[in-house]
């Protein structure tokens, strides 16, 4: 695309109301409708190019709804499991990927955003990340849309932060300032088994009907103005490395957190790297 054409792009992204195009979509992903759901599910498999046979029902009629379809389960073994500390959660590619300097993470070139802006205001779990590492994936419409744990982790606390649902790709990356902090998002922090914190973001972004967690359920809608946060620590949610923790429906972003110990050997991965699920990753 042009620099004309980014700009275009840009200030489409400005003016579409994003949020009523948002819930419609995700109301019509939603419903059975028999025929049309069907060729709607064969059109968007020709159209993106997707892999069925990776799916543990590779028939697209068997689907009863284009988000039974878009979150559908792999078959098993199609995502054997390196032997790290960390593996990519996602089938995907990367955004960015590498060092948190000073609580500022990279979104583009020439574009930070801060950890606690990510993280809903919250500083003082933002300080636990200053100097840690980061790594951005991007599901693009023919990826797998279930997420997986990276490490094995307790969950502690989950919070939803209201914002807007820019359409996330590179022109906007470069084109929006603070994008992932300015977008809808559900915070998951965890602790691994060796007491460190980790977090993972989904970020939202226009026509993403919703966001999922294994322990919750669909976190949004509904889209309240104000954060809403659940406390786990009192309960004993333990997620094994591998372990699917959540879903889009509809997808976008995630984004991983580690604390400095865990940033040590972290990888240079370059943007726009193709990852696949269970690969190593630290």
């Known amino acids: 695309m ?6 275009l792009f840009l200030l489409a992204q400005r003016l579409l109301p994003k949020q009523a195009l948002t819930e419609a979509i ?3 992903a939603a419903r059975e409708g028999g025929a049309l759901t069907r060729l709607a599910i064969r059109r968007f498999i020709q159209r993106y190019r997707v892999d069925m046979a990776e799916a543990a029902n590779p028939d697209p009629a068997a689907y009863r709804s284009f988000n039974e379809f878009f979150t559908r389960p792999l078959r098993d073994g199609a995502r054997p499991l390196a032997s790290a500390d960390w593996i990519c959660p996602v089938d995907g590619a990367v955004s ?9 993470i990279l979104q583009a070139k020439g574009h930070h955003y801060t950890a606690a802006e990510l993280l809903g205001g919250d500083a003082a779990l933002a300080h636990q990340f200053s100097d840690g590492a980061f790594a951005t994936l991007y599901l693009s419409p023919r990826d797998y849309h279930r997420i ?11 919070r939803h932060v209201p914002g807007s649902l820019y359409s996330v790709n590179p022109v906007t990356a470069r084109g929006i300032p603070g994008l992932f902090a300015r977008n809808e998002r559900v915070v998951c922090v965890f602790e691994s088994t060796d007491g460190l914190r980790f977090v993972m973001v989904l970020v939202g972004a226009t026509i993403v009907g919703s966001m999922a967690t294994v322990w919750h359920g ?9 954060i809403r946060s659940w406390s786990y620590r009192d309960q004993r949610i333990e997620l094994r490395q591998g372990d699917e923790m959540g879903r889009f429906l509809l997808g976008s972003t995630v984004i991983l957190l580690v604390e400095q110990s865990s940033a040590a050997h972290w990888p240079t991965w370059e943007s726009g790297r193709p990852v696949k699920l269970g690969e190593a990753l630290a």
């Open 218 to 226: 669909v976190v949004n809608p509904p889209r309240p103005q104000g």
């Open 26 to 28: 995700g109301w019509l």
């Open 96 to 104: 960015q990927c590498g060092p948190i300097r000073s609580g500022e």
């Open 148 to 158: 997986h744990m990276p490490a094995a982790g307790r969950l502690l606390e989950m």
């Open 2 to 7: 042009s620099e004309f054409g980014d700009r």
